[in-house]
């Protein structure tokens, strides 16, 4: 076999598959146009070919090595699994969400139950006897309890730190979300302290707020923001329980088993919490800290509420609409 004389009459050829290959690489199939993808399925069955023949003539091994590589890409861009589109996972993050947390609301509940239960002991034993006081107070929330009940708020559009400041309230509280969550992979012990933790110190503050007669002002103001930051931490609480229960509690699952079932469940939890956080932290940044009216700050959490909950409660798949259906009408799988 001339090698030189075969290499030289397809080397075009071989060229342009490469340089084909390397555009539907990078830019997908709409690189191509209709014509250019029926002559790429062409030059790869020519290629194939001219693989075949080389190795049959004993060609020499860089070239036989050339073709393998075009054809191994090849394959990979042909049969590689489809990249999910941006619209399709949040489409599906839409819908699966409010689904997951249907389906787990007893682990959402007691999520949320936990912090409501550790800010309830904190406020009752500050309000039965102030001396509990400067027991429970870290020193480093004193600047900000002082500030809290000076009643200062900032007049709109006084600082010129929202921006920065949103994205500081994002950070931080993306890092309490994702510890309550990720932390239920210790058995879910360090979950329930989290909840119980943060409860507590909210407790704290409403009873010194309470103590000097600003306990509505204190609520009113994180109101606003408080609906979807502590929304989001509950949920997020809720998964670190599922992770928690599914190691504790397997069933007849092996534990591996039964945490990888939780899990895939618990992670839709958290994606759905993390556009709550970003409304949070928007929200505190730019609106709850500043001299808005009260009823403006009130109608704001309200709405905000009433709009988790609908969502929540009431949005469903088409699929999900469908299979519920079937339930109420089982006559019409027979029909």
Not at 42 to 56: E, F, K, P, S
Not at 110 to 121: E, R
Not at 237 to 257: E, K, N, S, V, Y
């Amino acid at each position: 076999m001339n090698v030189r004389r075969f290499v030289e009459r397809r080397r075009a050829r071989w060229e342009r598959f490469e340089q084909m290959m390397r555009a539907v690489r990078w830019g997908g199939a709409h690189a191509l146009t209709r014509q250019e993808l029926n002559e790429l399925g062409r030059l790869y069955r020519q290629v194939a070919a001219d693989l075949a023949y080389a190795r049959m003539q004993g060609a020499d091994p860089p070239v036989i090595d050339y073709l393998n590589s075009l054809l191994g890409q090849a394959h990979g861009v042909f049969y590689r699994a489809p990249r999910a589109r941006l619209r399709e996972g949040l489409v599906r993050l839409f819908y699966t969400f409010p689904a997951m947390v249907r389906k787990h609301w007893r682990a959402v509940a007691l999520s949320m139950l936990i912090t409501l239960a550790g800010a309830a002991i904190s406020f009752g034993l500050i309000m039965s006897d102030p001396s509990w006081s400067a027991r429970l107070i870290d020193p480093n929330w004193a600047t900000v309890l002082e500030h809290w009940k000076s009643g200062r708020q900032y007049a709109p559009g006084q600082t010129g730190l929202a921006a920065v400041m949103s994205s500081l309230y994002f950070l931080n509280n993306t890092r309490v979300a994702m510890l309550a969550f990720g932390l239920g992979f210790f058995l879910g012990i360090p979950t329930v302290y989290l909840l119980w933790s943060n409860g507590f110190l909210l407790g704290i503050f409403a009873a010194e707020m309470a103590r000097v007669g600003k306990l509505g002002f204190f609520l009113v103001s994180i109101y606003p923001h408080g609906v979807p930051e502590i929304g989001a931490i509950f949920l997020c609480g809720g998964g670190g329980l599922l992770l928690g229960r599914a190691l504790l509690m397997p069933g007849d699952l092996t534990r591996i088993d039964a945490l990888r079932e939780a899990g895939r469940d618990a992670i839709w939890l958290l994606g759905g919490s993390i556009p709550l956080i970003l409304l949070a932290a928007f929200t505190e940044a730019f609106f709850s800290f500043y001299a808005f009216p009260n009823w403006a700050k009130f109608a704001w959490g309200t709405t905000a509420l009433a709009l988790l909950l609908v969502y929540i409660l009431f949005v469903r798949s088409p699929e999900e609409r469908g299979m519920e259906q079937e339930k109420r009408e089982p006559w019409r799988i027979i029909n």
